[in-house]
């Protein structure tokens, strides 16, 4: 009978949130054509909505960003321990920039660098 019971709160809690998250969406929606009419570049008349999307060539860039960035995540916990722990570290730290290394010259060798 516990199991039913844990079971029902966590499918409760999953079905309050989504319907949380709906209703924010819902009371904080904005109204497409009260921002379009608002300048919001230094005043001059925007030329697109101000919530319009980013175009798609910065999304290769936002990901290897957030790849090199995550990286440094592991590189300072092992920068405190590296004297500790001795040359099996520096040999793991130099295989992870490895593959690194390898995912950056495949990308540019695809072309996901190239900016036009």
């Not at 809690?13 to 998250?21: E, F, M, P, S, T």
């Not at 209703?23 to 009419?37: I, Y």
């Not at 990286?71 to 130099?94: D, H, K, N, Q, R």
């Not at 290394?101 to 540019?108: I, N």
């Amino acid at each position: 009978m516990s199991a039913y019971l844990s079971l029902a709160a966590m499918l409760g809690i999953a079905v309050g949130g989504v319907l949380l998250a709906y209703l924010l969406h819902r009371r904080t929606a904005v109204a497409p054509g009260a921002v379009a009419s608002l300048p919001f570049l230094s005043g001059w008349r925007p030329e697109e909505h101000a919530l319009s999307r980013f175009e798609a060539r910065y999304y290769p860039m936002t990901l290897l960003f957030l790849a090199f960035d995550v990286e440094m995540l592991y590189m300072y916990p092992w920068a405190t321990v590296v004297a500790s722990i001795g040359t099996s570290a520096i040999v793991e730290m130099f295989v992870l920039l490895g593959v690194l290394m390898t995912g950056v010259l495949w990308a540019w060798r695809e072309g996901a660098l190239r900016w036009t």
